[in-house]
């Protein structure tokens, strides 16, 4: 209790010096004021006027699409960005998630671990969760959405499949084993895609459908989240299925699945502003094509312009109410 107070009491004290956040001001027609917290934001840019101007921008475009229903969330390029949205966070399911996070204590007993020690696992593994959470804080940033979410589903789908291994290998060791790659998961799920599902869910999503898409994402995940605690106590107990590890094969299998439509399917967002990204859905730019063409967005203020560097080359057309203008991109 003590603890929560003084948490409260630091935010309250806080709270005064904290900047207003630049797009509400944007959106109450306070553009200044927008372009000083903004400066206070970002202390290190430049061209302050420009960004709000993206924001102002954005934001006429939203107020045009204000009357968006649900069923513009499969309409155009919004079904894409819904798909991308919805499916991050089936690919938790489909690696296994709630199998090591549900039912790790009782799958250690049942590979043989006393239960003194599976309790001990059962709070490595949410140790090792929490650590993974917060590393993700810094990962994301520095390496990317597209690279950590990737790397990550082929990481947690290699140790379920070496889990299904250690399973069907008659040795006293196995069960350590398995434990101890239970545990490694547990870091790397939290550190990649369980952290990564909702940083992709807020960047791909339509501004203007971004509530509606969270709700998508949040029925799917329901939805897994009830399959496989049904299914899971099937697959494992004893008196059923009695797969026990060998329950890795099967998730290391719709892991690889997923992860192959991840790597075609999940874009790179890093750097990004919302601008950018709905120009290069609407321009229809392969995603797996993101992460290494350079696709800054001109913002051409009377005619279309053109840009070119050692690799690439941008062709401007209009998109309407951004006055934003893209290009399929073209290797030199």
């Known amino acids: 209790m003590l603890h929560l107070t003084l948490a ?26 927008a372009a000083k917290h903004y400066a206070k934001l970002y202390p290190n840019e430049t061209n302050v006027e420009s960004k709000i101007e993206f924001l102002r921008r954005t934001v006429e475009l939203e107020e045009v699409q204000n009357d968006a229903s649900w ?20 690919c938790q399911h489909l690696v296994g998630i709630i199998f090591v996070l549900g039912f790790s204590s009782y799958f250690f007993q049942l590979a043989g671990v006393s239960v003194a020690d599976s309790f001990n696992l059962g709070v490595g593994v949410t140790a090792c969760g929490v650590m993974g959470n917060f590393l993700s804080w810094f990962v994301v940033e520095r390496y990317g959405r597209r690279s950590v979410f990737l790397l990550g589903m082929a990481i947690l789908t290699t140790l379920l499949m070496l889990i ?23 870091f790397v799920y939290f550190m990649a895609i369980g952290a990564m599902a909702f940083v992709l869910l807020g960047e791909v999503s339509s501004p203007s459908l971004r509530a509606k898409t969270m709700g998508l994402a949040a029925v799917t995940q329901s939805v897994f989240g009830i399959a496989m605690n049904f299914a899971i106590p099937y697959m494992v107990n004893p008196d059923a299925a009695n797969l026990k590890g060998k329950v890795g094969f099967v998730f290391g299998g719709l892991g690889a699945i997923a992860t192959v439509g991840s790597f075609f399917y999940v874009p790179e967002l890093k750097g990004k502003t919302f601008a950018e990204i709905d120009a290069l859905f609407t321009a229809k730019v392969p995603l797996v094509r993101w992460a290494i063409l350079w696709s800054r967005i001109l913002i051409c203020r009377e005619t279309p312009s053109h840009l070119s560097n050692c690799t690439i080359h941008f062709q401007c057309n209009s998109i309407p109410y951004l006055s934003i203008h893209y290009t399929t991109l073209k290797r030199c």
């Open 164 to 186: 299904g291994i250690m399973d069907v290998i008659p040795t006293n060791g196995a069960q350590w084993a398995q434990s101890s790659f239970t545990v490694i998961y547990a």
């Open 8 to 33: 409260i009491v630091i935010l309250l004290v806080g709270l005064p010096f904290a900047p207003e956040s630049p797009w509400y001001l944007v959106r109450t027609g306070k553009f200044d004021e």
């Open 71 to 90: 069923l513009d969330c499969f309409r155009g390029t919004n079904l894409l960005r819904t798909g991308i949205s919805v499916g991050v966070f089936a």
